[in-house]
């Protein structure tokens, strides 16, 4: 178990509508990421916050967006989702931002789009 | 460009022998850090070993060690006696401090413990 909890576990949900998933990092940890991994895509780093302020854009859509809030969680929110969007979400957090601090990963999301 | 490669999609390792994962890099960053994670079957994503640009040493955590070339800019894991347990995707990734600023993983080696 990393520390990390993600919610919901799975989600089923159709094309065109709006979900949000749930991150809370490991105890201590400021630093939150989101990424999404299929399989003709591989894992994708999507966007990361630290202490609540966004630190970092990846490859995530305009339809997605995210926060992180004061007691640090963090939510992904999915909007207009489309075929293409079905992936594990993972949610990683660390201590700080820096090379030298490993990730630690939530269970994560599995989302379908039908 | 791609930044990380693992160019063994998918390797086979006899029950208690020693496997070499491959892993080479691509960065002008002088500080970075490299990262190993193991996802089996059921979808968690584990950290596994740490590297960092400046460490002198090889990593090394239990069974698992990274043999760091930094000239060669490969960051290859090793895992000694392996166990059916270890069966799983492997993915390499590396963080850069100063240019990336985000975790860029590699394409997965997919590793098959036989008994």
């Known amino acids: 178990d990393s520390g990390v909890t993600q919610t919901p576990k799975h989600l089923i949900t159709a094309t065109g509508q709006r979900v949000t998933l749930r991150c809370s990092p490991r105890?201590?940890?400021?630093?939150v990421y989101w990424y999404q991994q299929s399989l003709d895509q591989g894992l994708q780093f999507l966007i990361q916050y630290y202490n609540g302020e966004e630190r970092a854009k990846g490859n995530i859509l305009e339809r997605f967006s995210a926060q992180q809030f004061p007691d640090l969680h963090s939510e992904l929110n999915l909007s207009s989702l489309e075929l293409g969007d079905s992936a594990l979400y993972f949610c990683a957090s660390s201590f700080r931002t820096g090379s030298s601090y490993e990730q630690y990963f939530g269970p994560g999301t599995r989302l379908t789009v039908t | 460009a791609q930044k990380i490669t693992q160019t063994q999609p998918g390797m086979f390792v006899q029950e208690k022998e020693a496997v070499t994962l491959d892993c080479t890099y691509d960065?002008?960053?002088?500080?970075?850090?490299l990262f190993w994670y193991k996802q089996p079957s059921s979808g968690e994503m584990i950290f596994l070993i740490y590297q960092g640009s400046y460490d002198q040493q090889n990593a090394t955590e239990g069974r698992y060690s990274l043999n760091f070339q930094k000239a060669r800019k490969s960051a290859n894991l090793v895992i000694s006696a392996s166990q059916l347990g270890d069966s799983a995707m492997y993915f390499c990734a590396m963080r850069e401090d100063n240019y990336g600023q985000n975790f860029v993983f590699g394409p997965g080696t997919r590793l098959s413990v036989l008994p």
């Open positions: 105890s201590g940890d400021l630093s």
């Open positions: 960065t002008s960053d002088p500080s970075y850090g």
